[in-house]
């Protein structure tokens, strides 16, 4: 006979803990599945810390639910004891007219978000670390920062443990089905049944729901953590984190935090589709020039001796929005995927709308932008 659950949470990464956290919280008896470790590195969410902010350039709809993922990250630090989200401020940089900077300053003043407007001139006096060129334009906002990527899914784990609900590592979902208005899940231990299931598998969705195989496309990206040469320009008290475009592309980074290293990464970095379950190998020179060459011109102060390489993936949709939504052949399933290298900051607040979505049906917050049908 089949264990039976009032939800199921295929991948207990950022998203999926964060559900299986909601979903105790309100008395589901919850089930979740990880085929790796908890946490672990072969996926999206690992290597220390990702950015958190709230002058949104993407998309100014996005403003209500960072806002409501602040207020989430807060409490569940109270609840695991430990600091998760750092304020160092956050510089969206670009050359003034395009989007990165423009979209920023139109979310903050859609919605009334505190910030300042710098020059190329006035951003490399106030922080030395940085070298932007001329004619960039930047935006600082004072709440931005980093999230602990890693600490976070712990700290949503032992919640969720401590609510009654259960979670299993190392465990493949090999497949699942419709049965009634429930679900059946199998996987290389068991099977499981329940009422609802959450997918939350990232780059592994396209291949849990087939629909979504042309919808979250996982992409192969690499992180580099290079020692300074003046370790004390790139501290969190003077070094905001950054979004930033150049013409070589889009580039982000952190001061040094947790582990050696000036942290860079490159949106789409080589711009390479993988598989998941066999995403290139090892790292290579060519994927550290890449970042270097960047360090090199914008952020020269940094650009010491490589210290870490890491590679982990982006799942992207078409728009670059996110996906969630019930399935619409399937009423009793949800899908949250598709992050597109921006999600994780959401991942407090991602939580809440899924267990709104099994428990209500619906959710107070404003997804819209985030439905399925607005690819058909």
Sequence with gaps: MSQRFGCIVLGVGAMGSSAIYNLAKRGVKALGLEQFDIPHAEGSSHGVNRIIRLAYYEHPSYVPLLRRAYELWAEIEVIAGEQLLYKTGCIDTSP??????????????????????????????????YELPAGHMGLLQADGGF?????????????????????????????WEAEGDGVRVFTDRADYAAERLVITAGAWAGGIVPSLQT????????????Q????????PEVFPVFN???????????????????????FHHLREVVDPDHTGGDVTREDEEVLRAAVARYF???????MTLKTCMFTNTPDDHFIIDVLPEHRQVVVAAGFSGHGFKFASVVGEILADLVTEGGTRHDIGL?????FT
């Design 96 to 129: 003034a007219g395009h989007e990165v900077f423009e979209g920023a300053l139109k979310s903050c003043l859609i919605h009334d978000i505190p910030h300042e407007i710098l020059t190329h001139d006035q951003i490399n006096q106030r922080f030395p670390g």
């Design 147 to 175: 999230v602990l990527s890693e600490r976070s899914i712990v700290a949503y784990v032992n919640a969720s443990i401590a609510l009654g609900a259960e979670i299993h590592a190392r465990e493949t979902v090999l497949g």
């Design 215 to 226: 919808l979250a496309v996982p992409e192969r990206q690499v992180l580099a953590w290079l």
């Design 228 to 235: 300074p040469k003046d370790p004390s320009l790139f501290t």
């Design 244 to 266: 930033a475009y150049f013409e070589e592309g889009q580039y982000y980074g952190f001061p040094v935090f947790g582990i050696p290293g000036f942290k860079i990464g490159k």
């Design 300 to 306: 020269p102060k940094a650009n010491g001796t490589m």
């Design 370 to 374: 985030l439905r399925l049908d607005r």
